[in-house]
C-alpha cells in the first residue's frame, strides 16, 4: 500500500512538472581540466532544456572571437549546423602561471539545438598562434536515455523588459546570488536598476526594442557572497565570491551548473549575476557569464563595463591592475575588436580612423574625441593600443563606450536579434 501511494505522488510531481514538448535545447555540462599547456574536457552530464534563444538566422556563430568553440554536425557527415564561440575562467586562469602550474578542473556548460538525430559535438580551443586545435569530440543520440528530461528547478520568472519573441531579441537573463527569501524584493528593485542602467546607455539605447531582460528569483541560505581573503565564506545559490586568482575584486563563480539549471528557467543568450554587495568587484567573460556587486556607488558603470566584456568581447583597454601574464603578445593581434598590437591594424578600426590623425595617436586635447591609435591598453603601457581617449571600457564612466566598441555591441545586438550583419 505504502509502496502504491508513493508510485502514484511520483506520476502525479511529474506531470504537473512536465517540460514543453518537444524540448528546443541541448545542454551539455562538461569539465575542463589541465594546467599551463594541458587542456582535457569531459562531458559531465546532458540535460534537455525548454527553450533555445539562438538567432535561427545565425547557427553559425559570425565572428572571430573568443578562445573556445563549440561545433555540431550530424553525425557521419561533415556539414556544420550549429556553431558558438565563447571564453572561460579556465583560460584565463592558464594566464597566471603560478596558479596553472597545478592541473585544475573548471566546469563549463553549452547549449546546442536539441538534436533530431545523432550529431557530433566537436569543442575545439586557440593555441598559441590563435589557431584552433580540436579537443575532444562527442556522439551524441538524442534519444539516449541518460539525458536528463526533469524540467529545470522551479523559480519564479518575471520578464523585466519584453520587446517581443526571444527568437527574434537578445534575451538578458539577471539572477540573483547573496539574496535570501527575505531579500526577493530588494533583488526586484535591484534587478529593475540594473535593467534601467543598460537600456539607458548607448548603444543599447538606441536598440533597446532588441532586447528583453527576464529575472529568476533563486534564493541563497545567506546575505552576501563570499570574501575569502577575510576569511568570511557564505552558502549562496551560485558560489559567486572575490578574490578570484588573488585579485581582491574579481568576482567569479566556478559553480557553473547550478547557473545554468537556475537560467534554464528563461530564454537566455547571455547571463548576469547581481551580488547583494555594496563592496566594488566584479567580472565578465565573453559568453560565459557577467557579474557585479548591486550596491557599489559604481554600480552602472561596473554593470555595462563587465556586460561588455560579456556580450561583445570587449578588452580593457585600461593598463596594468592584473597579474596577467603576457596576456596580450605584441607580436600577433588581438582576436578583441577593440584594441590592437598594430599588427593587422587594417582588419581593425583604421578604416574609422581621419587620414591626418597620426598613428599611434599623441595623447593631446585635439585628439580627444576623435578615433585614433592610442597607445596603453590590455594590461599594457606599451604595445598594446586604444581607439578613443576615453571609454567605458578604460575607465570608470557610465554610458561613455567608444565608437569602436559601441559599433562591436551593435554588431552583436543585430546577431542575437536575429537580424543581417551586413
Ligand atoms: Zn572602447
Redesign the pocket.
Known amino acids: 500500500m505504502k509502496i502504491a501511494c508513493i508510485t502514484v505522488f511520483l506520476f502525479a510531481t511529474i506531470a504537473l512538472k512536465a517540460v514543453p514538448s518537444p524540448p528546443q535545447g541541448l545542454r551539455i555540462d562538461y569539465t575542463r581540466s589541465g594546467g599551463t599547456h594541458q587542456e582535457h574536457i569531459h562531458i559531465y552530464r546532458l540535460t534537455q532544456e525548454p527553450y533555445f534563444s539562438g538567432p535561427p538566422r545565425h547557427m553559425l556563430f559570425p565572428f572571430d572571437y573568443g578562445n573556445h568553440k563549440v561545433e555540431v554536425s550530424l553525425h557521419k557527415k561533415d556539414t556544420i549546423t550549429y556553431s558558438y564561440h565563447y571564453n572561460s575562467l579556465f583560460r584565463e586562469w592558464q594566464h597566471i602561471p603560478y596558479e596553472a602550474n597545478s592541473p585544475r578542473t573548471f566546469p563549463g556548460s553549452v547549449k546546442i539545438p536539441y538534436p533530431q538525430q545523432p550529431v557530433n559535438i566537436c569543442f575545439y580551443s586557440r593555441n598559441h598562434s590563435q589557431q584552433w586545435e580540436k579537443k575532444q569530440t562527442f556522439t551524441i543520440d538524442p534519444n539516449h536515455d541518460m539525458i536528463r528530461r526533469t524540467p529545470p528547478k522551479d523559480y519564479t520568472v518575471e520578464k523585466i523588459h519584453d520587446s517581443g519573441d526571444y527568437k527574434e531579441k537578445m534575451d538578458l537573463v539577471i539572477l540573483p546570488d547573496g539574496y535570501r527569501e527575505d531579500d526577493m524584493e530588494q533583488f526586484h528593485r535591484d534587478a529593475v536598476r540594473f535593467k534601467d542602467y543598460l537600456i539607458n546607455c548607448e548603444p543599447f539605447k538606441t536598440h533597446k526594442d532588441k532586447i528583453n531582460v527576464w529575472r529568476v528569483d533563486v534564493p541563497s541560505i545567506d546575505e552576501g557572497i563570499s570574501k575569502p581573503h577575510r576569511g568570511k565564506w557564505k552558502h549562496t545559490a551560485f558560489s559567486t565570491h572575490y578574490n578570484t586568482f588573488g585579485f581582491r575584486r574579481y568576482i567569479t563563480t566556478n559553480d557553473h551548473y547550478s547557473l545554468r539549471e537556475a537560467a534554464a528557467n528563461t530564454p537566455y543568450d547571455l547571463i548576469f549575476i547581481l551580488v547583494n554587495e555594496t563592496t566594488y568587484g566584479g567580472g565578465g567573460i565573453f559568453n560565459f557569464y557577467s557579474i557585479a556587486s548591486s550596491g557599489s556607488r559604481q554600480a552602472a558603470y561596473l554593470m555595462i563595463h563587465e556586460f561588455g566584456h560579456h556580450m561583445a568581447f570587449?578588452a580593457d583597454?585600461y593598463e596594468g591592475g592584473t597579474g596577467y601574464e603576457n596576456y596580450y603578445p605584441t607580436n600577433m593581434e588581438p582576436l578583441e575588436p577593440?584594441i590592437t598590437t598594430l599588427v593587422a591594424f587594417d582588419q581593425k578600426w583604421k578604416h574609422r580612423m581621419a587620414p591626418t590623425t597620426p598613428v599611434p595617436t599623441p595623447e593631446k586635447p585635439k585628439y580627444k574625441d576623435q578615433v585614433g591609435v592610442f597607445e596603453g591598453a590590455g594590461y599594457e603601457t606599451k604595445g598594446v593600443f586604444?581607439?578613443?581617449m576615453s571609454?567605458?571600457?578604460?575607465s570608470a564612466q557610465y554610458d561613455h563606450?567608444?565608437p569602436?566598441?559601441q559599433q562591436a555591441i551593435i554588431r552583436m545586438i543585430k546577431y542575437y536579434a536575429n537580424e543581417s550583419l551586413d
Open positions: 570587449l583597454e577593440n586604444r581607439p578613443y571609454c567605458s571600457m578604460r563606450f567608444c569602436v566598441c
